[in-house]
């Protein structure tokens, strides 16, 4: 009985080896499918931000860009005057009457 254990487990530690080993060899195909994965989602990703930026060149409206800068340059003055009397406030409030 005890040759039949020692077989047994020499089997057993001979498909362990041979699966660590077969795990080792495959790292390397498998971090080259993963580096061509990866690039194949980075060309999606540049051929999805080229699209995007296609679309928005045809579909630029001038109205729209000047109805934008006219807002930004609105809410920059009302920024600006709320700006200078929170400073004023907050000045009143450190220095006293």
Do not use: C
């Amino acid at each position: 009985m005890g040759s039949r254990f020692f077989l047994a487990l020499f089997l057993a530690l001979l498909v362990l080896g041979n699966e660590v080993q077969g795990t080792q060899e495959d790292e390397p195909g498998s971090s080259a499918l993963l580096d061509t994965v990866q690039e194949h989602l980075f060309s999606y990703w540049n051929s999805a931000k080229a699209a995007a930026g296609d679309l928005y060149q045809k579909t630029y409206l001038t109205s729209v860009d000047e109805k934008l800068r006219d807002m930004y340059s609105k809410s920059s003055a009302a920024m600006t005057t709320y700006a200078g009397i929170f400073t004023d406030q907050l000045l009143t409030l450190l220095k006293g009457e």
